[in-house]
């Protein structure tokens, strides 16, 4: 138990629960957010979105198997692209939508703040695994190259889309926060499920 | 031959003895008991509006020989209504389970087909020994925000009959409810009860995917139940119990994150600590203490004897009715 004592074993430790709760936070304002654009935009909430380009996927096969470095760069990765997504809807939301609708961006605004607070803890959790910080993207003022102009519609149907992914990596981001925050050995492979207690 | 034949119930059946011509002489037996002939249309067997209770075997016999010419089971009974499904992950995140049971019975032999979709991909649903009316799955992936679809189709010699539920990941997490629940009283504190539980058994990782609990409470007398939420911990002090009240209590739990409150646990009956009763005494009690020679009833050191002519009750229960008064009164304050 050496290591868990250790001053980089507790600051990760901490890191994970701070995280864990921004995670929280973040999953509990994102679930409202999704009732409101589903109201606010006209949509079923029971509609089925095929899996929108870009949009990075919560979806993992043998996720108990993930060493802590894994967990830790596909979290990036994904909030990173939230990131870039949540301020394509924000201008969107901007040009379409009157007074009526600002509480929806005042919202997204938020939610951005949010995952651009989250995208950094990820980061400090790496420098803190001592892996070296994957570089973005470089981008232009306007971001990547822009997809074609989607219509009304299909721009409200892959905001659902967005915001529903979103919904479920914050889940799978406080699972995986708690697996790294456990005491493991130096080799960071995270423990399986056949390991726990 | 021995065949079996499955009648609706309500239905009218004709039975054939085998090839024998119409107006051949036959006997029918059912169950080894002979047929009235009313019941035959030469040698045809007719069952009018047929029941469960005409269930059974059917014999035909040649008249004069006396062979056994043919020979049937007959089963009555119902096609299948819509079956009842019900699929939950109460062991997440290792996989979920399916049950189903059909609402009311057919009488006869009922085969159940199970499918499970997610997205475009067919998943195997490993049918449990035991109960028989149950499969389970492994989750191949997790946090998918793609829907399961379970088709579960019912099928016997009546009829068919399905039914398809469609959820997401986390809707169907639901763990078992907390096991081993102690409920004991605090020495010395007469308001105080300590509760503790365990996790199910069958959630396999609280460590990585923790419960919280919910804890209800409520003394024997009363309807309202109390309400506890905890975050974590498996144990819980109520410091504002009645004294001396037997309280019920019942614990649930949830996965921190997803899915719904387990069902209650079972109950557990605490009572609070209580001091020793000790005999309230007033003056005049005193005065007639200090006068009387002689008792029959033994009493603590404490405690003052009654007047005989002043007591109620006999042996160890015996009280003064001024002292009875008092303990009631006592009693109702705390209430």
Redesign the interface.
Known sequence: MAAADSPSAALRRDLCSRGIRLAGKMRADVVDLLDAYVEQQGLDASASVAAVEGVPLAAVERWDEQTGTQRLLENLAAYRAFRALLAQMLEEQREQLGEAEAGLGRALAALLLQVSAFAYHLEELLRLENRGIPGEEEEEEDGPPPPPRLSLFEQKLRGLGVLRELAQWAVRSVRDLRQLAKPSPATAAAPGLAESP | DSHIQYERVGADVTMKCGSMDWDAAVTWTANGTDIDESHLNGSYLILKNVDLSQSGQYSCYEGSSWHLKYQTQLRVGTPPKEPVLMCRSNNY??GFYCSWHLPTPTYIPNYFNISVIHGTKDMVCEKDAIPKNRCHIKY????????YKVTLTVTNALGKNFTTLTFDE?AIVKPDPPESVVAKPVPNNPRRLEVSWQNPSSW??P????LKFFLRYRPLILDQWQHVELSDGTSHTITDAYAGKEYIIQVAAKDN??GTWSDWSVAVHATPWTEEPKHLTTEAQITETTSASTSSFMAPPTTKICDKGAVVGSGAMAVCWTAGLVVAAYSILFI
């Open positions: 995140p290792k191949l992936q997790l946090f998918s925000t793609v829907k986390f396999p990782d460590e990585s995917f923790p994150d997803i």
